[in-house]
């Protein structure tokens, strides 16, 4: 058992992970080679539903990837579709907060996985969370020779931070 933290992959133009898609989340995602996925970050004022408030797809986003990333602890690229997420909306999420979204790997087979995700305050309380069922992209769905035109890599915390902090 060690506590090592592995950094995932990030792409340009992912809503979530896209570091260069001016609309995106820019979210980085870090796994400790098991089960469990993590992210921190701050949802900015556009991505609000209503004042203070995070829009409620955001939400969704947010949760949809930090518990599909569960699937590539050991392996980033291999990849899943989302084939149903379930939210439960808590609280409401709020924008302009430092909140911590974590995904947990609770099965993997061949060709289906199941995850749960979760979003927390910052005093650890549950916000938000949801139920997943995932199904494997088929072989030669996606072209990995592509990765570098869409920026499949792992990108150095510095790059968000100081992309973020123009928004």
Known sequence: MTNQTIKQPNSRMCFACGLENPAGLHLHFYDDGRETVTSEFVIAEHHQGYPGVAQGGIVAAILDEVGGRTVMIGNPNRFFFT????????????????????????????????????????NGEVLAEADLVLSNVPAGTLNLAEADRLGWRVYPDSFTQTNNAQQ
């Not at 430092?98 to 289906?112: I, Q, S, T, Y």
């Not at 996985?113 to 305050?121: K, L, S």
């Open 83 to 122: 084939a149903k997420l379930e939210v439960k909306y808590r609280q409401p999420v709020p924008t302009g907060v430092h909140l911590r979204a974590v995904g947990r790997l609770l099965r993997l087979k061949e060709r289906l996985a199941t995850a749960h995700a979760e979003i927390h305050a910052p």
